[in-house]
């Protein structure tokens, strides 16, 4: 479930990069969650790092893993979709 929130915040705010305190803040999940999943996704090359500011680490999403770019057209197709039942919910309404 943790995965799946950090995924969702790094896939919506997917051009930048963020600190760690930024990742577990925004997507809901805990300081400790967060160092015990990010390993993993590192490691699958999900996720990278990109920068370093004083102290604090920088990581966003590898748009270029082609897992990654799977998840961004199925996240991508599912807003759409939603925007579109919206769309016509207002059309009609009008």
Do not use: C
């Amino acid at each position: 479930m943790a995965n799946t929130r950090l995924l969702e915040f790094l896939i919506t705010g997917r051009e930048f990069d963020y600190s760690l305190t930024d990742m577990a803040e925004n997507a809901g999940i805990g300081w400790s969650t967060l160092h015990r999943i990010l390993p993993g996704l590192e490691k699958q090359k999900i996720v990278i790092k990109t920068r370093e500011i004083g102290r604090a680490k920088l990581y966003k999403l590898n748009q270029q893993n082609q897992e990654v770019k799977g998840l961004i057209k199925i996240y991508d197709g599912i807003i759409k979709k939603q925007l579109e039942k919206i769309e016509k919910k207002t059309v009609i309404k009008a």
